[in-house]
């Protein structure tokens, strides 16, 4: 104060207070943890601890008269700071998978006045948990590849294998890497600069490469990798896949959806990294229904495979033919699959028309090859995958009063019969008979106008047969209603209440109760039998 520095003074008085305050001992108890809450659909939840953290903090004075102000200061642990970046995908339908970071703070173990008796140094730790149910299932320590930032941020799993095992992506000094790993931590193989999009049913991934997105036509440059990590072709992304198989153009384009090459996603939780193709983050299961028509020339050959029927019937490949219903015993039969492909593209893509119809409102994607990318019939037949879609194998087959067959395993594929979709498609939904040519070789303006009636009833009954046995191999509780001796299917009862004798136009529609049933069923995956 002699300078008339007021605020040095008090400054220093500042500093001389603590050596004059009352020495009180102090003990501090600490708990910090890192929650998971699990939400069900139908409204309960859990609140799962992934990991708990307890320390103490005492400090008890002991002055000594050399030393007035003596303390031993004693931490039991270190301060922990759990980062708020904790990227999460679903674990199959049993939980979660969450990659998270901590850092534990330098501490000071045991301390006196005269300075910290032993350091112990920050570090990180990066861990993987898995839950099931509402406990953890695992919590692993994994390191992440590659030269870190100093706020390196953790793998972020955005995709899930069939094996169980995921695919992440993660960002360090080196760049931008696609990483596939197990629920262990254990790193299988990396791919620089992309970044996983799709998980397909063949066990590949589907990427985009990092910084490849076109502004002038809405698209990514990509590629299809297998299951070891290598790539296997080159491929343009669209911006946003939908349910239906097609996908939106950029904001602003002129053309918002186009009919696309739809990838065939593995049927589980985590196939896609935005959850689903609406792109909202919930994992859900993306259910295709495969039309597989047998032949050489279509989908593939059926030759030597058979329905489940009693007794089976060895399953016979399409040629498109037309035997007249009311001719003579042994009929002849025009086969004019060569002779008029638009008939045979008539017929398909009507069954597909209305297939998509029936489940138009429903999560699931129509495929009318039956097959998405070079999948061979024999690995249809036998593939573990193809048991979560629902497959319908369409052959030439004329079975009397059977248009359709679902297995009593009711595991896919199922069963659709051309030739007894041709025969009823001449009452159904009435006669035409008197109208049609005898063999369609040769026929007057007004029998053609009639035949092409016939091809249109045709595909649809097709298609409106194979929604009528996923609804039996769905196992919906109304799929006979109206007939057999069954509670009418609606106020009217119409007939195309879930039938399976639906030739004409308007779509095969569900009474509420199934359809309430299907919207559940086709966002799961199919449970074991």
């Not at 030393?67 to 995908?89: C, G, K, N, W």
């Amino acid at each position: 104060m002699q300078n008339g520095d007021r605020t040095t003074a008090i400054q220093y008085e500042n500093t001389m207070v603590p050596d004059f305050l009352h020495l009180c001992n102090e003990s501090n108890t600490v708990a910090i943890r890192l929650h998971i809450l699990r939400v069900g659909s139908d409204g309960p939840s859990s609140d799962i601890v992934v990991r708990e953290w307890n320390y103490t903090d005492s400090k008890v004075y002991a002055p000594t008269p050399g030393d007035p102000y003596d303390f031993t200061r004693v931490q039991s642990a270190p301060e922990v700071l759990v980062h708020d970046q904790r990227p999460m995908i679903t674990n199959a339908d049993t939980g979660a998978a969450v990659s998270w970071k901590v850092d534990y703070y330098h501490y000071c173990p045991v301390a006196t006045h005269a300075g910290c008796v032993s350091d112990v140094d920050r570090k990180t730790e990066y861990h993987l948990t898995t839950t099931a149910g509402g406990s953890v299932a695992s919590d692993v320590l994994w390191d992440v590849p590659g030269p870190v930032f100093p706020g390196q941020q953790p793998i972020a799993p955005a995709l899930q294998l069939e094996d169980g095992s995921f695919v992440g992506s993660v960002e360090t000094q080196a760049g931008s890497s696609m990483l596939a790993f197990d629920s262990s931590g254990n790193i299988r193989w990396t791919v620089p600069n992309y970044f996983p999009g799709m998980a397909t049913a063949d066990g590949g991934i589907i990427g985009s490469l990092v910084r490849s997105f076109d502004w002038s036509t809405g698209t990514f440059t990509g590629a299809t990798f297998g299951a070891n990590g290598a790539a296997t072709a080159q491929v343009v992304l669209q911006t946003y896949y939908s349910w239906k198989g097609s996908y939106s153009l950029a904001v602003g384009s002129s053309v918002q959806s186009v009919a696309a090459l739809f990838p065939h996603l593995l049927p589980l939780y985590g196939a896609v990294s935005t959850g689903n193709l609406s792109g909202n983050g919930t994992g859900a299961v993306h259910r295709t229904i495969g039309l597989f028509w047998c032949g050489e020339m279509f989908s593939g050959t059926c030759a030597g495979e058979y329905d489940k029927d009693n007794p089976p019937h060895p399953l016979e490949d399409l040629g498109f033919y037309y035997r007249y219903a009311l001719h003579e015993s042994n009929p002849p039969s025009y086969d004019f699959t060569a002779d008029h492909y638009d008939w045979d593209i008539k017929i398909m893509s009507l069954a597909s028309n209305a297939a998509r119809a029936a489940f138009k409102t429903f999560p699931a994607s129509i495929v009318r090859w039956g097959k998405q990318n070079s999948w061979f019939q024999k690995w249809l037949m036998g593939q573990g995958t193809y048991q979560q879609d629902l497959v319908a194998l369409i052959s030439a087959n004329n079975i009397v009063d059977l248009i359709g067959l679902a297995p009593e395993n009711l595991k896919p594929p199922f069963w659709i019969y051309y030739g007894t979709a041709m025969n009823g498609a001449q009452f159904l939904p009435d006669p035409i008979t008197d109208e049609l040519p005898h063999d369609a070789q040769s026929m007057t303006e007004d029998q053609a106008r009639v035949f092409q009636v016939l091809l249109e009833r045709i595909g649809n009954g097709i298609g409106n047969s194979v929604a009528h046995e996923i609804g039996h191999m769905l196992s919906l509780p109304n799929i006979h209603c109206g007939i057999q001796g069954n509670p009418p299917c609606g106020p009217d009862n119409s007939p195309y209440y879930e039938s399976s004798e639906s030739f004409s136009a308007p779509p095969l529609r569900w009474t509420p109760q199934d359809a309430e049933e299907l919207q559940k069923k086709l966002l799961k995956p199919r449970e074991p039998r």
